[in-house]
Nanobody, 126 residues
Framework: QAQLMESGGDSVQAGGSLTVACAAS????????MAWFRQAPGKEREGIAS????????RYADSVKGRFTISQDNAKKTLYLQMNSLQPEDTGMYYC???????????????????WGQGTQVTVSS
């Protein structure tokens, strides 16, 4: 059974750092593409970072490139998102997602991802 559980969300000051984590079940973690999305109030869910299990290649949205880093810990079956230089516009609910598609092109579109966690809230104040 697919299972994803996020943790680590918090309230931070602008310019600060935070790392959120996503613990996955064996079947969910072993898939080709995993990603982080976020959703601000009144806005659509936005893909911000993805990772391809095969060669650990990553993809980032322009809005977070250079500030956020996605990574995986195989021993813990956990996906991470390290966030630096946080800004108020980074505020939102952060979701991890896993794709059942055997694709190496881990695009940042919600259509590719089938299983989702419940989310963890990140709030950045100025």
């Amino acid at each position: 059974q697919a299972q994803l559980m996020e943790s680590g969300g918090d309230s931070v000051q602008a310019g600060g750092s935070l790392t959120v984590a996503c613990a996955a079940s064996e079947s969910t973690y072993s898939r080709y593409c995993m990603a982080w999305f976020r959703q601000a109030p009144g806005k659509e869910r936005e893909g911000i970072a993805s990772i391809y299990r095969g060669d650990r290649s990553t993809r980032y949205a322009d809005s977070v490139k250079g500030r956020f880093t996605i990574s995986q810990d195989n021993a813990k079956k956990t996906l991470y998102l390290q966030m630096n230089s946080l800004q108020p516009e980074d505020t939102g609910m952060y979701y991890c997602a896993s794709s059942r598609s055997p694709s190496y092109d881990c695009v940042l579109g919600t259509y590719l991802y089938h299983d989702w966690g419940q989310g963890t809230q990140v709030t950045v104040s100025s």
